[in-house]
């Protein structure tokens, strides 16, 4: 897969073999063939993703992770999967650019009881899913998304987050 990883935060030891197996288990759960994907990760801290968000969502607030599609794959309908993701006219498939930050992922995990590998690679298949169309703005969408995230992370051995 192309996977450019930028990490602007040196406290994101291991994100990179973590993004590596999340993305993976995601693009083989959606049928997606890694070797033509290409997708942007930011490991970055709050500060800076305060300012993404801001930027690009008019919330001035730190969160966890964020996500940009290249394109809009949405269904048009509630609850429906969203469309394929389909290869460009070189033959790749620009998925789009992903960040999250330490310090609300590590706030996450602590305030959770949770292993920090965990929740990371939880947030990456999150993200990811963003870029591939999935939502969780509207209820149907949401139910379908979290059923996504559960079915993969359960395949890695990883507990449902939503379960608490």
């Not at 995601?26 to 290409?38: A, F, K, N, T, W």
């Not at 149907?140 to 449902?160: C, F, H, S």
């Amino acid at each position: 897969m192309n996977l450019e990883i930028t990490i602007e935060d040196d406290r994101w030891q291991g994100l990179t073999a973590l993004s590596h197996v999340a993305i993976a288990a995601v693009l083989d759960h959606c049928g997606l063939d890694p070797e033509i994907c290409e997708i942007s990760l930011l490991g970055c801290n709050d500060a800076r993703i305060a300012e993404l968000n801001a930027e690009f969502r008019e919330k001035p607030t730190p969160t966890n992770v964020l996500s940009w599609p290249a394109e809009d794959l949405s269904p048009d309908t509630p609850g429906q999967t969203p469309a394929p993701a389909t290869p460009d006219f070189t033959g790749e498939i620009a998925l789009g650019d992903i960040a999250i930050s330490y310090d609300t992922c590590a706030r996450e995990a602590a305030e959770a009881g949770k292993p920090m590998d965990d929740h990371v690679t939880h947030l990456i298949i999150h993200g990811l899913l963003h870029l591939l169309g999935y939502d969780h703005i509207r209820d149907p969408d949401a139910t379908l998304m979290e059923a996504v995230e559960v079915e993969i992370l359960g395949k890695m051995g990883i507990d449902d987050p939503y379960n608490t």
